[in-house]
């Protein structure tokens, strides 16, 4: 099984900072990526696939980069409504797709 | 509107069996693979089950390999899980999710772009 693991766990920050999630697949998984936000008590939603691929209707102020293991998103400048939780999730095994344990991203 | 609603949740004892249903609307259900993906209570993310869009093809995680089976109803509209078996840990909320699948020079990449608002299953004694 493909294991992602992602760091860190939890983050504090600020409204306008720049911030940086990191995912690592325990073996290359080319662009087969994909990142979720979710909110409290609602359904995960899709924000960038393929690794760098933004959702429609997704700001531009989220971007994913990265390919074989190791990946990142990036919010350039947060605005209030992206505290929230984010999660990884590689599709490169078809037969068993798994998500990162998530990313907590906190107001400081 | 592209909308995926969950029931079928509810408390069952341990051992006990519930089946959850999806209706799909605002697109055309049979061409699209299907998943069944939970969520603990204060947890991560976890995979359950995949479908094809003819239901030929199907996958489970091995955490609920032999216990639930994935079914599809492609005149209805509609995506199931059976879950046998029931344990305490199977405790979450369950979403239904398409899997969509892009094609871009000569591979196939897939994501999980349209999600249902989950239904919770509670197995208590």
């Known amino acids: 099984d493909i294991q992602m693991t992602q760091s860190p766990s939890s983050l504090s920050a600020s409204v306008g900072d720049r911030v940086t999630i990191t995912c690592r697949a325990s073996?290359?998984?080319?662009?087969?990526l994909n990142w979720y936000q979710q909110k409290p008590g609602k359904a995960p939603k899709l924000l960038i696939y393929?690794?760098?691929s933004l959702q429609s209707g997704v700001p531009s102020r989220f971007s994913g980069s990265g390919s074989g293991t190791d990946f990142t998103l990036t919010i350039s400048s947060l605005q209030p409504e992206d505290f929230a939780t984010y999660y990884c999730?590689?599709?490169?095994?078809?037969?068993?797709?798994?998500f990162g344990q998530g990313t907590k991203l906190e107001i400081k | 509107e592209v909308q995926l609603v969950e029931s079928g949740g509810g408390l069952v004892q341990p051992g006990g069996s519930l089946r959850l249903s999806c209706a799909a609307s605002?697109?055309?259900?049979?061409?699209?693979?299907m998943n069944w993906v939970r969520q603990a209570p204060g947890k991560g993310l976890e995979w359950v089950s995949y479908?094809?869009?003819?239901?030929?093809?199907?996958y489970y995680a091995d955490s609920v390999k032999g216990r639930f089976t994935i079914s599809r109803d492609n005149a209805k509209n509609s995506l199931y899980l059976q879950m046998n078996s029931l344990r305490a840990e199977d405790t979450a909320v369950y979403y239904c999710?398409?899997?969509?699948?892009?094609?871009?020079?000569?591979?196939?990449?897939?994501?999980?772009?349209?999600w249902g608002k989950g239904t919770t299953v509670t197995v208590s004694s």
């Open positions: 999730q590689q599709s490169y095994s078809t037969s068993m797709y798994t």
């Open positions: 605002g697109f055309t259900f049979s061409s699209y693979e």
């Open positions: 393929a690794a760098s």
């Open positions: 479908i094809s869009s003819s239901g030929s093809t199907i």
């Open positions: 999710a398409r899997d969509f699948r892009l094609e871009r020079e000569f591979h196939y990449y897939y994501y999980m772009d349209v």
């Open positions: 073996q290359s998984i080319s662009s087969y």
